[in-house]
């Protein structure tokens, strides 16, 4: 099973919604703008409800986690496309937003 | 949550039996608990340990993020041949022999 990879150079925010599957600590300490935290053992229980945008992109710490995430959402989305970012955050060299927890 | 869950879409290794899991810890070379921890410190963990092991040593890991099952495997590459026991309660185990 595989699931579209996107380079973190490539993620639009004004157009995708970024999934940061990591915990809420390292969320609070920084984010890509506009990411919205949904922890993975969270993500098993609104995956089924939540409404998704048209395009989502999952990250995570380092790429892989957010590979079964990605699945998970793609399993439940009907006409989204779902994206991991590749290299995950420790890739992402874009700003970073901080918040609090 | 009726579809497929977090297990349903984890491409993990093929499993072990209960009985054989069971034996096959007795005899590991290292066993690493590693429950409550998550991506990427597992995987690092599993790619130093393989790298200690003499060929066709087993290393266990034993976790309870389904990821791991196979994100584990897939960092320690051809350097270890890899199999996984579900407990059916949200434990795993990976096993991984150095090849």
């Known amino acids: 099973m595989t699931v579209e990879q996107i380079d973190p150079t490539d993620v639009d925010t004004e ?5 940061d599957i990591r915990d809420e600590d390292s969320f609070a300490e920084g984010h890509i703008p506009g990411a919205e935290n949904v922890p993975l053992d969270n993500l098993e229980e609104v995956v089924d409800e939540r409404e998704w945008n048209d395009e989502v992109v999952v990250a ?21 496309i779902v994206a991991s970012m590749s290299g995950g955050y420790k890739k992402w060299d874009g700003p970073l937003r901080q918040s609090n927890k | 949550m009726t579809g497929p869950s977090l297990d349903d879409v984890t491409d993990s290794p093929d499993e072990l039996d209960d009985e054989t899991a069971t034996q096959l810890v007795k005899e590991a070379a290292e066993v690493q608990d590693m429950t409550g921890e998550v991506c990427p410190y597992p995987q690092v963990e599993a ?35 890899a199999k996984v026991w579900r407990s059916g309660n949200g434990l795993y185990r990976i096993y991984l022999w150095k090849q």
């Open chain 1, 60 to 80: 995570c710490y380092v790429g892989q986690t957010s590979q079964q995430a990605a699945r998970l959402i793609d399993a439940y989305a009907d006409d989204v």
């Open chain 1, 15 to 19: 157009i995708a919604d970024v999934i």
């Open chain 2, 47 to 81: 790619k130093k340990a393989v790298q200690q092991l003499d060929e066709g040593a087993l290393l266990v890991q034993e976790t309870d993020h389904v990821p791991s099952t196979e994100n584990v495997p897939r960092a320690v590459g051809d350097d270890a041949e």
